[in-house]
């Protein structure tokens, strides 16, 4: 029986897990309802693509189990855990490909959103970058990768339920308090310092600022109304 505690996840990578989980809810339910909800479907996107390029960086520069160099691993160690012959702490790597595929979607996601239109009233932050044409693809693309989503999800679900459930293996607690049951003392994690956190930010923060056009030119002020002479 577990006796001893370990901190598997800093608080920086559980903020980003339940910030993250929120937004994408909320994003999947504004664009469910539609009309005005859009104009909180693109804030939340823009929002999205903060937390993912927060998690790129941190995946590099923060917390030892948060980076991915890690805990993403090749064909051999995916045989080995499905054996019973990986012992560790974080992402197992099985896991890892799940963790992979959710941020390869949704950065998917996210790019094809900034430049999406509705044919009605909603466009893109992005979407004076690029043509009509293209624009009307990647929206096209954007309402089939919904699908992507919602199935990582429910896989993820599933994972953590029988987890949690089949194996006794508690993931929920640990997201939540960062600490893992453990049989014997783990040795300290290295964990991400402030300047790798500085750094996740800003880079979250300049990636939401070019997301939301920074870059683009501002748009032609309204053309004058001509008003009779009386």
Known sequence: MPTHTTLVWDLPTRLFHWLLAGAVAGAVITAKIGGNAMLWHGRLGLFIVGLLGFRLVWGVLGSHTARFARFVRGPAAIRAYLRGHWHGI?????????????????????????????????????????????????????????????????????????YTVVKKE?????????????????????????????????????????????????????????????
């Open 170 to 230: 508690p993931l929920l607690r640990p997201m939540l308090t960062g600490r893992k049951p453990v049989a014997r003392p783990q040795p300290a994690t290295e964990r991400g310092g402030v300047r790798a956190l500085i750094l996740a930010l800003a880079a979250a923060g300049a990636l939401v600022w070019l997301a939301n056009g920074g870059l683009l030119p501002p748009p032609p002020p309204p053309a004058a109304l001509d008003t009779p002479a009386w």
């Open 90 to 162: 974080g992402h197992n790597p099985l896991g890892a490909l799940s963790v992979v595929a959710m941020l390869l979607v949704l950065c998917a996601q996210a790019a094809s959103g900034l430049v999406a239109n509705d044919d009605i009233a909603f466009n893109g932050p992005l979407y004076a970058a690029v043509s009509k044409e293209l624009s009307d693809a990647l929206t096209g693309w954007h309402r089939r990768g919904e699908w992507a989503v919602l199935i990582l999800i429910g896989l993820h679900l599933a994972a953590v339920l029988f």
